[in-house]
């Protein structure tokens, strides 16, 4: 392994960066959760994780600061994550590195995650005087129907290793200007960048001032025990999290017997169509975008790519020279597009997955392993995979950087091969003909949450609402007025008469 690429070199700017964001020593030494870069993957840090009582005491100060922050004017709330948005502009090039350091990210894209957070936090200042509700009409003489929008509660965030940071400021700069504070659990592979992240909020904090509360925000590192703790805590009403299936299907569940609310951000099988009419070159960029970026570990990565067959063959061999000649390579030693896998587990999946797809009749191009930094860093070579039918590991979201090239004859059955996947997170399609543009958006079209026109599946900007239908878990985050599942609704009957007419003409004349 070259000198450059040791672990002491990434410890030492692990801890730099860390004491620079004012970490903690103690945070991130001595504890008994060793943290792994995956550039080496080698420890390049030492957390401790919380017991399930530092969970439920966390949340009981939480709630605490909920009694208050609720009372706190939306605006003024809003001032907060203006802060905290200009204490993130000035570490973005510190978090956006630890980003890189510690989720193994190429540094456009962990100086993008950062941006992401940002512009969240200048979506929700602007939202923070904009948390609005309706009058309506009512049927009685001399009253008044509107309905109001109030804090819900402390909202619980479970997130993931591949955007470490960004989807905690989804959830916690809406949920802050709503009046709800924040428990976080970051993925237990990436608490480093959270416990930045904290350090980064607390500074927002400090130059607040006094009516800011203890507890509007905190990080507890921990395996599954602390997620338990605030999926079964009737004091958290919200709970988003983020992650696999199988997570979620627990998380909602668990969360739907105490009647609280999941937003549920779970797996995708992102599928794009190129039609007869698409622009191919453009396509082949989309395409490589999509299905390699961030090493393929985005919940939103292009996995099906479903082409017609007028234009399949073509396609292919284009793609093929991209796949063939794509740079891979340590995300802080090179300007290589394609970082390393997050561990062993996620090489040893993608293996299966391929495996299982050549069983099943398929063609793989790629998918071998690259030797970067010696044999606990897992680089791959992204796989394209032509496949006779969408069978096997096709259905299934594999988080590694594997496209399946599938071949069709007309619009619907393309449709159908895209919707006939358990997961409906983000799909695209690639065409100039307007009239199969429109029927892709369609009543009939695609089933997910997100379909986009002539770019692939994957980098949604956040003033959308993010996220997707089926298996994915139904949540929305982010933009557009995902905001509502922040708060709780109130309707309010208003009488101003002096008389008392019941709705539906119902007499009770006592
Ligand atoms: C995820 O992978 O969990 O749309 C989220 C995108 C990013 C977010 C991905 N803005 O790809």
Known sequence: MPDTLSAASLRDETAAILRQTAVAEAEFGGGGRSVR????GEAIASVRDSTADEAREAIGRAHAAFLRWRLVPAPRRGELVRLLGEELRAHKELLGRLVTIEAGKVVSEGLGEVQEMIDICDFAVGLSRQLYGLTLPSERADHRLQEQWHPAGVVGVISAFNFPVAVWSWNAALALVCGDPVVWKPSEKTPLTALATQAIFRKAVERFGADAPDGLSTVLVGDASVGEALVDDGRVPVVSATGSTRMGRAVGQCVAARFGRAILELGGNNASIVTPSADLDLTLRAVAFG????????????RRLIVHESVHDALVAKLKRVYETISVGSPTQSDALVGPLIDRAAFEGMQKALDAAKAAGGTVVGGERVDVAGEDAFYVRPALVTMPAQTGPVVEETFAPILYVLK????????????????????SIFATDIREVERFLSAAGSDCGIANVNMGPSGAEIGGAFGGEKETGGGRESGSDAWKAYMRRQTNAVNYGRSLPLAQGVRFDV
Do not use: W
């Open 37 to 40: 870069s995956p550039i080496t």
């Open 408 to 427: 069709y004859r007309d619009l619907d059955e393309a449709v159908a091969l895209q919707n006939g996947v358990p997961q409906g997170l983000s799909s």
């Open 291 to 302: 299905a390699m970026g961030t090493a393929g570990q985005r919940c939103t990565t292009l």
